[in-house]
């Protein structure tokens, strides 16, 4: 889904056309590009979008992951809330096994907890109250029991892919626009650190 403005005027149009652009933000397409007709000469500007900018480092992380193969595992594929069926007893059921095979654990564990994160930018643009403290759970009850803190210098490239599916305007169109911008704060942030920091979760909501 795209969206094209079109202004005719004789005054100064750059504030309208910068508030036009955001009005269009997170529309299904990730780059934006202005075309101004003046004395009868066209000027072009393009912009590369955030998920252009995303995959330029990703790519770079692609290297920095090979060192990691011996993390080779068992996963689920698909391990959200809702492919987790808890029973009166407290006891659970693991659904949707079919999705993965082979992975790295980073994997499950960013697609769940970035569930938390989705909903927790539902109230403000951090994570607060309840899914704050989902989210730190889930991540101290992990490491406990599997002392798997190598995951964290792992992760961030894992979150990404997750983060970028359900930040997408085509498979969830429900999202409020400042959900989207806080998923992408997060993603751009995430990429920058060398071992991912989930106790200062928040400190990647920033920007």
Same mark, same amino acid.
């Given at each position: 889904?795209?969206?094209?403005?079109?202004?005719?005027?004789?005054?100064?149009?750059?504030?309208?056309?910068?508030?036009?652009?955001?009005?269009?933000?997170?529309?299904?397409?990730?780059?934006?590009?202005?075309?101004?007709?003046?004395?009868?000469?066209?000027?072009?500007?393009?912009?590369?979008?955030?998920?252009?900018?995303?995959?330029?480092?990703?790519?770079?992380?692609?290297?920095?992951?090979?060192?990691?193969?011996?993390?080779?595992?068992?996963?689920?594929?698909?391990?959200?809330?809702?492919?987790?069926?808890?029973?009166?007893?407290?006891?659970?059921?693991?659904?949707?096994?079919?999705?993965?095979?082979?992975?790295?654990?980073?994997?499950?564990?960013?697609?769940?907890?970035?569930?938390?994160?989705?909903?927790?930018?539902?109230?403000?643009?951090?994570? /607060? =109250?309840? #899914?704050?403290? %989902?989210?730190?759970?889930?991540?101290? $009850?992990?490491?406990?029991?599997? *002392?798997? &803190?190598?995951?964290?210098?792992?992760?961030?490239?894992?979150?990404?892919?997750?983060?970028?599916?359900?930040?997408?305007?085509?498979?969830?169109?429900?999202?409020?626009?400042?959900?989207? /911008? =806080?998923? #992408?704060?997060? %993603?751009?942030?995430?990429?920058?650190? $060398?071992?991912?920091?989930?106790? *200062?979760? &928040?400190?990647?909501?920033?920007?």
């Amino acid at each position: 889904m795209c969206g094209i403005i079109g202004i005719t005027s004789n005054k100064p149009v750059s504030s309208a056309i910068i508030n036009s652009l955001k009005k269009l933000e997170y529309r299904g397409y990730d780059s934006a590009g202005i075309a101004t007709l003046t004395g009868g000469f066209i000027n072009e500007i393009k912009s590369e979008g955030r998920v252009d900018n995303l995959e330029k480092s990703l790519i770079s992380w692609r290297w920095k992951l090979k060192k990691y193969a011996h993390r080779l595992c068992v996963v689920h594929g698909d391990f959200h809330p809702w492919n987790v069926l808890v029973t009166k007893n407290n006891d659970f059921w693991v659904l949707d096994r079919s999705r993965g095979e082979w992975g790295d654990a980073a994997d499950d564990v960013s697609t769940m907890t970035c569930n938390y994160i989705l909903y927790g930018l539902y109230d403000k643009p951090e994570i /607060a =109250g309840p #899914f704050e403290k %989902m989210y730190l759970t889930f991540f101290e $009850e992990y490491l406990y029991h599997t *002392n798997d &803190n190598e995951m964290l210098e792992v992760i961030a490239p894992f979150y990404v892919f997750r983060a970028l599916v359900i930040a997408s305007p085509k498979w969830y169109p429900n999202h409020p626009e400042e959900v989207r /911008a =806080g998923l #992408f704060r997060f %993603m751009e942030n995430i990429l920058k650190d $060398e071992k991912f920091d989930y106790k *200062n979760i &928040n400190k990647y909501m920033q920007g």
